[in-house]
C-alpha cells in the first residue's frame, strides 16, 4: 500500500493529538508497598495537586511484594498510555536487581522517569553504649579489640546495607552488618540495646533522636540538616564523597508519549513546589527535587547513577542475585 505524505503526517501526529486529549480517565499511581510508609505518605501528598493540574482524579494504589518488585512489574507491563504510574524507590529501582535473580522488569529500560520528588538522607544512629561523638571516634572504636560492633539495617541489599559496606571499606571501621526485614524491624532491637548503631532513614531516626532514644552521629548528606544543625556530615567527618539516601520518584512505562510525560512533569513540579507539600516532606527529614532532577533526563541521569553506585557496594558486600 502507497503511503502517502497526508497519512505519513497522521501517523506522526497521532501520538501527539492522543495526548492533546489526555487525561480524560482517571490516572493510577502504584505504590509498590504497604500503606504508611515514607513512599506511600509522598504519594498521597502529591495525588491532589496533580489532580488539581490534570483536571482528573489521581489516584493511589497499594500493590506490595518481594520488596517492591510486584508493583513495579505491573507498571512497566501497563500500557504506555500515561494512564499507570509508579512511585519509584531504591527498592524496585537500585536494590532489588542486585538481589531478585527472577526480576522480570529492568528498571532502566522498561521505565520512562518522569521526575524525582525527594531523597531522605540516611544517618548513623548509635546507642549509648557508643562513646564515639563523631566519625573519626566511631572508627577507632568499632575497631578497639579488633571484634568491631554490630549495625543493623533493613536488610540484606538494602540502602542501608549498602551504605554500611561503602563506609566500611572508605574508613577501614568494623560495623558488623546485622539485617532485619524492614526498617521498621530494626527499631525494636536497637532500643533494646541488641544492636549498637543503625544506618537508617533520617525520618526514622529524628524522632528517636529528640526524645534521646538514641544518637544521630552523622548524616550522609551534603550539607547539615536545618532540622539538627549540631549534627555533623559524614563528608565532615572525614569520608569523601560520602551520600546515601533513599529517594522517591515517578515512572511511566517505557513507550509513554513524549508530549504525555511533559504533562506530567509540568504537574509534578507544580506539586512538588507547593508550599504546603514542601513543608510536610521537609519536616520528616526530606531534600526536595530541585532542578535536572525534576526531568525525565536529570532523573534518568540519577538513577543511572544510583545502579553503579549500588552495584559497587554489593560486590563489596559479595551480594549475589538468589
Given amino acids: ?25 482517571p490516572i493510577r499511581v502504584v505504590v ?10 509522598v504519594a498521597r501528598l502529591l495525588a491532589p495537586r496533580m489532580s488539581e493540574m490534570l483536571a482528573q482524579t489521581v489516584i493511589v494504589e497499594n500493590r506490595p511484594g518481594a520488596g517492591g518488585s510486584l508493583g513495579a512489574e505491573s507498571v512497566a507491563r ?17 536494590v532489588n536487581p542486585l538481589v531478585q535473580a527472577s526480576l522480570t522488569y529492568q528498571p532502566l529500560k522498561d521505565f520512562a522517569p518522569i521526575g524525582q520528588v525527594n531523597r531522605v538522607p540516611l544517618v548513623l544512629m548509635v546507642t549509648d553504649a557508643v562513646k564515639a561523638r563523631d566519625v573519626p571516634a566511631l572508627v577507632t572504636e568499632s575497631k578497639a579489640g579488633g ?25 577501614g571501621a568494623q560495623l558488623l552488618h546485622v539485617p532485619y526485614r524492614g526498617g521498621g524491624a530494626v527499631v525494636p532491637d536497637f532500643l ?3 544492636v549498637k548503631a543503625m544506618f537508617i532513614e533520617y525520618s526514622t531516626a529524628l524522632p528517636l ?16 540538616s536545618s532540622l539538627l544543625p549540631d549534627v555533623q556530615t559524614f563528608i565532615e567527618g572525614g569520608v569523601k564523597d560520602f551520600r546515601a539516601a533513599s529517594y522517591c520518584g515517578l515512572l ?10 511533559a504533562r506530567l512533569q509540568e504537574a509534578l513540579a507544580q506539586a512538588v513546589a507547593d508550599p504546603g507539600i514542601r513543608k510536610q516532606l521537609q519536616e520528616m527529614g526530606s531534600e526536595l527535587a530541585e ?20 552495584k559497587r557496594a554489593a560486590d563489596l558486600a559479595g551480594i549475589q542475585p538468589s
Fill in 1 to 25: 500500500m502507497k503511503l502517502t505524505r497526508r497519512h505519513a503526517f497522521g501517523l506522526l501526529a497521532a501520538p501527539l493529538l492522543a495526548a492533546a486529549g489526555w487525561p480524560d480517565r
Fill in 32 to 41: 509498590p508497598y504497604a500503606p504508611g510508609g515514607n513512599i506511600d505518605l
Fill in 78 to 94: 501497563a500500557a504506555p498510555d500515561g494512564y499507570t504510574l509508579l512511585a519509584g524507590s531504591n527498592g524496585p529501582l537500585t
Fill in 147 to 171: 571484634q568491631g560492633f554490630s549495625c543493623g539495617t533493613a536488610g540484606v541489599g538494602s540502602t542501608g546495607h549498602l551504605a554500611l559496606e561503602l563506609f566500611n571499606n572508605a574508613t
Fill in 192 to 194: 533494646a540495646g541488641n
Fill in 209 to 224: 533522636h529528640r526524645d534521646g532514644k538514641g544518637r544521630i552521629l552523622a548524616i550522609a548528606a551534603d550539607h547539615r
Fill in 252 to 261: 511511566a512505562p517505557s513507550g509513554t508519549p513524549a508530549a504525555t510525560l
Fill in 291 to 310: 532542578g535536572a532532577l525534576l526531568t525525565p533526563t536529570g532523573f534518568a541521569s540519577f538513577l543511572r547513577e544510583q545502579a553503579a553506585e549500588a
